[in-house]
């Protein structure tokens, strides 16, 4: 009985030292968040959201590379329309590599390289000293901004424009 009692009670304190356990029952009951029917829409740019069971390409050709850049194209046209900014993760790259494939796929969206242009800031702003460092504000986007326009400068018109030497010179 001793034995029982002492099993009974170190059973009952190590329970207590466990964290409690939530089940899901326990969870309030959050909706599920409809999915957007499109990726990217704007005007004239209509991507359909992605999906698990859409169709796959069987072959690649003509007809998928025409695709591609029209999925580039609208997608960095849409972010210059709805986002206004330039983006690393969106037109920054899309500036960056998509110039270089001017002789495939024919010139970049003007659209972009218009917002990118418009982006560049008069002046350099005074830097804000952090840990001794210099840091300048938007720095990031400026890197991408300038990468953007030297690779459009390269590859599309092959001479440096007076907006890319001003964003270089801005970077460094």
Same mark, same amino acid.
């Given at each position: ?10 059973? *009952? ?8 356990? #939530? ?6 009951? =959050? ?5 957007? #029917?499109?990726?990217?829409?704007? =005007? ?7 999906? /698990? ?13 025409? /695709? ?17 900014? +330039? ?5 920054? +790259?899309?500036?960056?590599? *998509?110039? /270089? ?12 390289? /218009? ?26 986007? @400026?890197?991408? *901004? ?10 599309? @018109? ?10 270089? *010179?801005? @970077?460094?």
């Amino acid at each position: 009985m001793l034995v029982a009692l002492f099993c009974s009670a170190k059973l *009952r304190n190590a329970q207590a030292d466990e964290p409690v356990k #939530k089940t899901d029952a326990a969870k309030p009951k =959050v909706a599920a968040k409809p999915k957007p #029917k499109f990726q990217y829409q704007s =005007v004239g740019i209509e991507i359909p959201a992605a999906t /698990a069971d859409e169709p796959k390409v069987a072959a690649f050709g003509p007809e998928t590379i025409l /695709a591609a850049r029209k999925y580039l194209d609208d997608g960095a046209n849409y972010w210059v329309r709805e986002k206004n900014c +330039v983006a690393c993760h969106s037109t920054g +790259v899309y500036m960056a590599e *998509r110039p /270089a494939l001017t002789p495939l796929l024919g010139k970049p969206s003007e659209e972009v390289l /218009a917002q990118f242009i418009k982006s560049i800031p008069a002046a350099v702003g005074e830097p804000v000293l952090r840990d001794g460092a210099k840091y300048y504000g938007a720095s990031i986007t @400026t890197v991408w *901004r300038s990468s953007g326009l030297a690779s459009w400068d390269k590859h599309v @018109t092959g001479t440096l424009s007076e907006h890319t030497d001003k964003a270089l *010179r801005q @970077t460094l």
